[in-house]
DNA sequence: CTGAAAGCGCTTACAG
DNA sequence: CTGAAAGCGCTTACAG
């Protein structure tokens, strides 16, 4: 069923159809029967538009390209179901696609998209893709970047501030009587997570406690369960051991937490613990776990908004860090 | 950078160019030097091509639609992943939409890709959709189902075998010696759903152990939390409590566990559990947990291949239930 | 063996 | 006020 079937059962141009279908202002001057018309045999031969040949003509997709570390992780998940939400209610469809923080599958997706013409893209940026950003830049394809982002380029982009979050936590441990805080991160160059680093680091040294960097241990991602158990084993045997615990993402906490709990360490009385984002375990584990909670529906509302803001060319970069919020639970003490 | 641009910058039509670029047959009748010039001038010119043209002509976009229920769900964004690297494999792109158990929904989604031209539809269908998917199927639009399926319809899925699933975990806890089996469900009209309580009752119908309906809790999504709860107090001071218990969900699990745990039973020697899927804190749990765990790569892949041959229009309806695999933990006993 | 031309299904500027 | 025609950027059947 087309366009131009339509047009001659009823007898008129496919332009008066398109009018009318479309609520063109140029409908006006399709006669009120002739218009009724047209819709009636539309619904009665239930026309489905090809969305397709409007796009070549119109150079208008309605579909937003969404880009994510990984879809199976729950916090790409969140993010993209909120942005699937946020983008069709302004008439957009969402293609997704994964990275796996490669910058060579990021660029590959970044292309597959722009071949299918997408209006614009939502992208978590992976490390050193800074050049394959400019270039996607030059070529005028509206995108903003969420979760990270990158210091010193001008790209838009929707975050949170990761360095107060973790500076909170920090201070929120102080607060409790903590001065000798563990620090278990991830060995990356990613910036938005050296951010919860320098947070740590700056917290303690607001309040002038001597940063020891016995105490703070990076994991690399493929060793994880191994290194964050060594690294925690090194900080609760050393002379002076720590009293607390930050952990700066939820799979070095969900690894952190189980090694606590094999060596019998009573949270918070022994070790005062923080986490970063949600995980189901938190409510489960013996205690309720202290943790730095994203605001996903903000993050992904605002990545959404500001894409289709661009696409419609209206406004310059929006550029946000948005604040994370801190859940208490028992085991910050 | 177009097509056009290219043919003109080299001088040859823009078939040839056409020709060459996608190693057409037909480029073979394109001179050697020609062909490399055009080759060359593409790359150095960055030229993109535009897919959505290309669809209109070819009638093909490469574009899957993928329906799961919610894609913050841990499930659908695991089977979205395995679907998305498959997909990719062959070529396609993944558009995505979560329906959230409603039959309106999962239409409008349905509608929003045949507008978009997708070359088929991988659907974790809805109950009560039955009707709409036949007049999907009445539009010659392929498309398979996924985890979900309809007796005595004709569609094509893939799912796994969930009668033989709690079937065999029930066997596992009679082999144990356990008799009094407490089944926590879902009240729900989900085929899939219904045949997971169907394996726990002929599983005790085969064996002879008279099923009691107290020992069968449905809960209703929307109170969860509450009734697992309930119904779990109500099966532990019967006069002769059961000495078992069946999750058919993670999520009945997470509360059920919860639950046990507050009331200081110990697993598995007062109460021997088994859940259903995968979750973070099956691990995590005191005791680790004995649960039936869905092939998501399997079932990912065979819902892709199967799509793939229907839009090639190769092969007739798939329908396909795969083993689920009962994996051991401490908490069966 | 080669190239010009038609056509995919729409939208919309333009001539009457 | 109306309708026929051009055109979006490709692919490919067809005439020379």
Chains 1, 2 share one sequence.
Do not use: C, W
Not at 45 to 53: E, H, V
Not at 147 to 170: C, K, L, M, Q
Not at 180 to 197: A, D, K, P, W, Y
């Amino acid at each position: 069923m087309l366009l131009k079937d339509i047009a001659k059962i009823v007898g008129v141009s496919s332009a008066a159809v398109s009018y009318v279908l479309n609520e063109h202002p140029m409908a006006a001057r399709i006669g009120k029967e002739v218009a009724e018309k047209i819709r009636k045999t539309a619904t009665e031969l239930n026309y489905q538009p090809n969305q397709i040949a409007r796009s070549l003509k119109t150079q208008k997709t309605y579909t937003i390209g969404l880009i994510v570390a990984d879809i199976a992780n729950p916090f790409s998940a969140q993010i993209a179901r909120i942005i699937e939400d946020a983008a069709k209610q302004q008439g957009y469809t969402v293609l997704f696609g994964s990275s796996d923080e490669n910058p060579e599958k990021e660029q590959g997706l970044i292309r597959t998209m722009m071949h299918r013409q997408v209006d614009g893209i939502i992208i978590a940026a992976v490390g050193h893709s800074e050049e394959q950003l400019h270039d996607l830049e030059s070529r005028g394809l509206p995108f903003v970047l969420i979760d990270r982002y990158f210091p010193g380029e001008n790209f838009s982009y929707v975050a949170i501030d990761n360095y107060r979050a973790t500076y909170e936590a920090v201070q929120l441990l102080l607060s409790k009587g903590r001065t000798r805080i563990g620090l278990v991160s991830l060995e990356t160059e990613l910036f938005h997570l050296l951010e919860r680093n320098r947070g740590y680091r700056e917290a303690l040294e607001t309040h002038a406690i001597p940063i020891q960097p016995a105490f703070q241990h990076s994991v690399p991602l493929h060793r994880l369960r191994d290194e964050v158990e060594a690294g925690i084993s090194r900080m609760l045997e050393a002379e002076e051991p720590i009293d607390a615990l930050l952990f700066t993402t939820n799979l070095l906490a969900l690894h952190g937490l189980r090694a606590l709990k094999l060596r019998q360490i009573e949270i918070p009385r022994d070790i005062a613990v923080i986490a970063f984002d949600e995980a189901d375990f938190y409510d489960l584990f013996p205690v309720s776990v202290t943790h730095i909670s994203q605001p996903l529906e903000e993050l992904g509302l605002a990545a959404t908004d500001s894409i289709i803001r661009e696409i419609a060319r209206k406004g310059k970069p929006t550029q946000v860090l948005l604040p994370a919020r801190l859940v208490l639970g028992a085991s910050s003490g």
